[in-house]
Nanobody, 120 residues
Framework: QVHVVESGGGLVQPGGSLRLSCAAS????????MGWYRQRPGNQRELVAE??????TYAGSVKGRFTISRTGATPAVDLQMNQLTPEDTAVYYC???????????????WGQGTQVTVSS
């Protein structure tokens, strides 16, 4: 069974920084993508940043402020968030797209989410 766990959320003042971490455990034959999504109050879940073996993708609203990076030998990804604004307040979710065996299709595994609140 595959699990994804996030950490690092919290309360920060506008202009501040936070670093989110995500680690996956389980059995994988293929890691396709790992990424961060967020759900702001009253909004649908949206992509923040995603990394594959060859490229990264950022939402326009975070480009230049957030950096996603793969870390360590196990499937893990960090999100460094700088110059935070109240509009970044949301529950942030980590998503892993992977295959547990060659007989199974690619599937999305979501973490439980971590709250980020930007407020003075």
């Amino acid at each position: 069974q595959v699990h994804v766990v996030e950490s690092g959320g919290g309360l920060v003042q506008p202009g501040g920084s936070l670093r989110l971490s995500c680690a996956a455990s389980g059995t994988f034959v293929l890691i396709n993508t790992m990424g961060w999504y967020r759900q702001r109050p009253g909004n649908q879940r949206e992509l923040v940043a995603e990394v594959t073996s060859g490229s990264t993708t950022y939402a326009g609203s975070v480009k230049g402020r957030f950096t996603i990076s793969r870390t360590g030998a196990t499937p893990a990804v960090d999100l460094q968030m700088n110059q935070l604004t109240p509009e970044d307040t949301a529950v942030y979710y980590c998503k892993l797209n992977s295959r547990s065996s060659w007989r199974e299709p690619l599937s999305d595994i979501w973490g439980q989410g971590t709250q980020v609140t930007v407020s003075s």
